[in-house]
Every structure is written in structure tokens, then in C-alpha cells.
């Protein structure tokens, strides 16, 4: 099997963001929910999120789940992805929290940095 380069991950990752913009999504929301995430309430930030998403009739917002992200003790967590902007981890989340982070970061699209543990991707564009 032949090894990935660097240009080859570079091509996954504007691929992805490619099909991000391209499938008519403004924002992406990632619910982590491995067993950590949901012990720690995960299921009941999906749920916040369902609520507000619902009540704010936008039609550009994707919602996702992903296993754990390794940071156990941080959970619950989300991640914000929106098109050009770098994405945003929450950690340590509460239904307060995640309906002012959807008002502020997912409407309004500025990210409420008091939450969030950190900005961007582990590689350099």
C-alpha cells in the first residue's frame, strides 16, 4: 500500500472544506459522543442543539457525531466548523453554554471564545 504525502493530505483536507461549501452548508456541528462524551452528557447537548436548530429555521447548518476526540476530561465537547473560518473546539459544555455558542457562534458567526479550547487544525495551511 502506498504511504499518503503531505500533498496528499493537503488534497483530502480542501476536499473536505470543498464539499462543506459545496453541499450548501454554512456551518458544520460535530457532537462528540464517544462513551466519555455521552457519560459526561453529550446526548443532552445534542439535544440543545436539535431544540435551538429548530427553533432558528436555518437551513445551512449540518450536524454530525464523532467518537472520542481523546480529551476525556473536557467532555462534553463540540466542534464548529464554518466555511472559511478555522474550526472552534467546546469543551465543558453545559445547555447554557451550547444555546449561546448556536446564538452567537452558529447565527451570528462570532465564536464565544470563553468555551472554547482552541481554534484552528493541527496542520499550517
Given at each position: ?66 467518537g ?9 465537547m ?23 455558542i ?24
Amino acid at each position: 500500500m502506498a504511504k499518503l504525502t503531505i500533498a496528499d493530505l493537503k488534497k483530502i483536507k480542501e476536499d473536505y472544506h470543498q464539499g462543506l461549501r459545496e453541499g450548501g452548508f454554512r456551518v458544520k456541528i460535530t457532537v462528540h459522543m464517544g462513551t466519555c462524551g455521552i457519560a459526561a452528557g453529550a446526548r443532552g447537548i445534542m439535544n440543545t442543539i436539535m431544540e435551538e436548530l429548530a427553533k432558528s429555521n436555518l437551513k445551512d447548518v449540518a450536524i454530525t457525531t464523532s467518537g472520542c476526540a481523546g480529551l476525556c476530561s473536557q467532555e462534553p465537547m463540540t466542534t464548529i466548523e464554518t466555511t472559511g473560518q478555522p474550526p472552534i473546539k467546546y469543551t465543558a459544555l453545559t445547555e447554557e453554554k451550547m444555546r449561546k455558542i448556536f446564538a452567537e457562534h452558529v447565527v451570528a458567526g462570532r465564536p464565544v471564545t470563553e468555551y472554547a479550547l482552541v481554534a484552528g487544525h493541527e496542520t499550517t495551511y
